[in-house]
Nanobody, 116 residues
Framework: QVQLVESGGGLVQPGESLKLSCVASGSVSSINAMGWYRQALGKQRSLVAHFIGSTILHVADSVKGRFTISRDAAKNTVYLQMNSLKPEDTAVYYC??????????WGQGTQVTVSS
């Protein structure tokens, strides 16, 4: 089993930045893919960005140029740097992991609210 714990969410104004962190523990050797999803109120959960190994495979068009996914393998941690935040980025952000795709293990989610 793998446990994922997110942190770093909060309330910010439009144009500001936040950095989310997700620490993996447990059987971390079984995971090779990690990523971030988000779910806004009343909407389906959607993939924001993910990588396999050290290769970033996907970044959603809606966040390209503003969000950056990265990892620190030594710390079993994945990050999501979010810049130039917009009200439409408001959502619960989830960290996920898996062997070939980030969909087997899930964190509890962290709320990001962008509002003036």
């Amino acid at each position: 089993q793998v446990q994922l714990v997110e942190s770093g969410g909060g309330l910010v104004q439009p144009g500001e930045s936040l950095k989310l962190s997700c620490v993996a523990s447990g059987s971390v050797s079984s995971i090779n893919a990690m990523g971030w999803y988000r779910q806004a109120l009343g909407k389906q959960r959607s993939l924001v960005a993910h990588f396999i190994g050290s290769t970033i495979l996907h970044v959603a068009d809606s966040v390209k140029g503003r969000f950056t996914i990265s990892r620190d393998a030594a710390k079993n941690t994945v990050y999501l740097q979010m810049n130039s935040l917009k009200p439409e980025d408001t959502a619960v952000y989830y960290c996920a992991a898996g062997t070939y795709y980030p969909d087997r293990y899930w964190g509890q989610g962290t709320q990001v609210t962008v509002s003036s």
